[in-house]
């Protein structure tokens, strides 16, 4: 069974563009959680969705968004960058909603420059 | 995946020792501990999970046991070996906090020969 993949690997991005990550969950998972991982705060968590609904929501401003689509990949959306964005991002997948059992993807590097 | 401004403990274990990795958690209500594995440059591997009702549960090599009394965790590794080297993660899930994983900042493992 396929893990979860996760588009692009890497990518850079200058101060004020916006960018969209991409994730696909393992088959039969429909619920994606998205994290943050940086040297200085670790993980943490950005948001969770399933059903194509976002369920919860970490501690992260309005510039950063996600939405899932009916066969449950799912995009995460980071608006006018900052270099503080610069980080890990991690999806995760599990089968039920509710924070159990995710199965992490091996995460988009983004740097801002 | 390397949190190097984060003050990580580190382990250092001889290869065919046991591994004993502690965590402290923060919240009495949490629910859920699981156990990840991150390797430089991949994202959390799934090692191992328990819910709150458990005080004890076994994988293979791994056993992870919890103290709700002091909100301890701990992960044992048996006959560590050179590919268990990486940095170790527990995250626990509130019980009021849907989806939403709270990771420690990690300890590194380092198995020598």
């Known amino acids: 069974k396929a893990g979860v993949t996760q588009t692009p690997r890497y990518l850079i991005k200058t101060r004020g563009q916006q960018v969209t990550l991409s994730c696909s969950p393992i088959s039969g998972h429909r619920s994606v959680s998205w994290y943050q991982q940086t040297p200085g705060q670790g993980l943490q968590f950005l948001f969770e969705?399933?059903?194509?609904?976002?369920?919860n929501k970490g501690n992260f401003p309005g510039r950063f968004s996600g939405r899932q689509f009916s066969n449950s990949r799912s995009e995460m959306n980071v608006s006018t960058l900052e270099l503080g964005d610069s980080a890990l991002y991690l999806c995760a997948s599990s089968r039920r909603t509710g924070g159990e059992e995710q199965y992490f993807g091996p995460g988009t590097r983004l740097t801002v420059t | 995946g390397e949190s190097v401004g984060l003050h990580l403990p580190t382990l250092s274990v001889q290869e065919g020792d046991n591994s004993i990795i502690n965590c402290a958690y923060s919240n009495s209500a949490s629910d859920y501990f699981i156990w990840y594995k991150q390797e430089s440059g991949k994202g959390p591997q799934f090692i191992i999970d328990i819910r709150s009702n458990m005080d004890k549960r076994q994988g293979q090599r791994v056993t992870v046991l919890l103290n709700k009394t002091v909100k301890h965790l701990s992960l044992q590794i048996a006959a560590t070996q050179p590919g268990d080297s990486a940095v170790y993660f527990c995250?626990?899930?509130?019980?009021?906090?849907?989806?939403?994983?709270?990771f420690g900042a990690g300890t590194q493992v380092v198995v020598t020969p």
């Open positions: 995250a626990e899930k509130y019980s009021d906090s849907w989806g939403k994983l709270q």
């Open positions: 969705y399933f059903s194509e609904t976002q369920r």
